[in-house]
């Protein structure tokens, strides 16, 4: 490891991991895991970090434009992906996000968000050999490959969890696992649902162990024990693999919730930036050549502290959530004033916040607008938010849409919206009643609002299809 950088850096991270660990012994086997994963850096990878660290902000030139795609869905896999790599230069991609393709469970697994193997690329998609020739091949061409990096849990099947069924206490404490109900109630008075529909309460029985398994999102996806200083250490051995493998960008999914404490909301703590910034540091000491973009879907107001600060700052970008919703929630009011708020708070940000400005993804769209400020538009939130998503339903008769609700919760009346930019702008339902002026004027609108989100802070990501209007 280069010493200039050694001394850089690994002052701080020592505070911060005693700080959060007080393990010693730990913090030296995570030294010991960095030298490592340094030295198995390939010597191109190297350069390609020299030419960053000269260019530090690279990833905000202007010529900066995404995609985001499965790979099976466009090419039957990742040796599909490499043979049209023409395809994707031709509209002049310069970042490539696929979505995970690391080893799951079949069929259950979130879309590849419940992980077996976090260094093992899917056998249905690829191989790590192909992984690697694809960055290679990516990087001639000046595409950077963002891949998603699941820190919060692991799937059921994981060798982790497979280990803590039958009962070893080291992959048991890997996990917040519990005899009775007291303690998991305890959580459950102050920690919210994420999908109260399709999967309520945030606990889940798992028969083998005869313990309550910690799962706030899926019953098979397990969610990782952040107190334990050995989780940190193998999921940084995790990132830094890939990372080798040439990915140069990972999506930190669902990083608010990495961090766990009775008696919050188990969302956005103070300890989730001590992890963060831990990992920007490592990634500057081994990878700089790699960049952490954060998947946090809060309220515009959370956003601004996941980028940290001048001094100490942690992810480089962040997904522009709140951004997107705004843009949709305008097409389908005809009314710009909270959409214009959104862009007063963006603009008024630090220099060091940057977003990924996208219309569609592989997620629902949550209704999370701004209450505060809808209520001094006199705008009801609640009633703004259920005419929202009955419009993208399509159940108004003057809605253009087809999309569809997604995990209504009649008890708060909250729900999600889910469908392709086609579907939403009201292509898919002028062709389906074979009507071309509906088509034509869904065209006009997917135009509209991908040029609205071209003019945004940061740079945009089309959804695989967007391209061609599907």
């Known amino acids: 490891m280069i010493e200039e950088r050694r001394k850089r850096y690994e002052k701080e991270l020592h505070e911060k991991y005693l700080q959060l660990y007080h393990n010693e012994q730990c913090y030296e086997e995570l030294m010991q895991m960095l030298e490592g994963a ?71 697994n979130d879309g590849g968000y419940a992980v077996e193997d976090f260094k093992q690329v899917d056998s249905e998609i690829g191989t790590n050999e192909e992984l690697k020739r694809l960055t290679k091949e990516l990087r001639k061409r000046g595409i950077s490959l963002c891949l998603d990096v699941v820190m919060n849990h692991t799937a059921d099947t994981h060798e982790w969890a497979i280990r803590a069924k039958r009962g070893e206490q080291e992959y048991m404490d890997r996990y917040q696992c519990y005899e009775t109900r007291e303690i998991p109630d305890q959580f ?48 940084i051995g995790n990132i830094l693999y890939l990372a080798n493998l040439g990915v140069e960008v990972f999506r930190i999914d669902a990083v608010p919730y990495i961090w766990k404490e009775l008696g919050t909301s188990c969302r956005n703590l103070p300890q989730v930036h001590s992890i963060v910034r831990m990992l920007r540091i490592i990634v500057e ?44 929630a305008a097409l389908a009011t005809r009314d710009t004033r909270m959409l214009k708020h959104q862009m007063d708070v963006i603009h008024s940000l630090p220099k060091n916040c940057y977003f990924v400005n996208y219309l569609r993804c592989h997620d629902d769209i949550g209704w999370g607008l701004d209450e505060e400020q809808e209520k001094k538009l006199e705008i009801n939130p609640i009633r703004h938010k259920e005419y929202l998503y009955h419009f993208f339903e399509g159940t108004y008769p003057y809605s253009f849409a087809r999309g569809e609700l997604y995990n209504y919760d009649p008890a708060t009346k909250d729900a999600r919206s889910c469908g392709t930019t086609a579907s939403l702008c009201g292509i898919e339902k002028g062709g389906f009643e074979g009507d071309l ?34």
């Not at 102050?190 to 899926?218: D, I, K, S």
């Not at 088509?439 to 695989?464: P, T």
């Open 188 to 235: 459950e008075k102050t920690m919210p649902q994420v999908f109260p529909e399709t999967a309520p309460g945030n606990f889940t029985w798992c028969e083998e162990m005869h313990r309550h398994v910690l799962t706030t999102f899926y019953t098979y996806q397990w969610d990782l024990n952040y107190h334990n200083p050995k989780v940190f250490n193998e999921m």
């Open 285 to 328: 000491m081994i990878c700089p050549a790699v960049i952490l973009k954060g998947e946090v879907v809060m309220e515009p107001k959370e956003l601004p502290v996941y980028f940290g600060t001048e001094s100490e700052p942690e992810c480089h970008m962040l997904y522009g959530v709140s951004s997107m919703v705004n843009l949709w």
């Open 38 to 108: 340094y030295q198995d850096r390939s010597a191109e990878l190297r350069r390609l970090d020299g030419r960053r660290e000269k260019e530090p902000n690279w990833y905000r030139n202007r010529n900066m434009l995404g995609m985001t795609m499965y790979p099976k869905l466009f090419a039957g896999g990742l040796k599909g992906v490499i043979e049209h790599l023409d395809y994707l230069s031709e509209q002049k991609i310069t970042y490539l996000h696929l979505m995970p393709l690391l080893k799951m469970p079949h069929p259950y």
């Open 437 to 470: 002026e509906q088509v034509k004027q869904g065209i006009q609108r997917v135009l509209m609002m991908h040029a609205a989100c071209m003019s945004m802070e940061g740079f945009v990501m089309l959804s695989s299809g967007d391209e061609i209007g599907r």
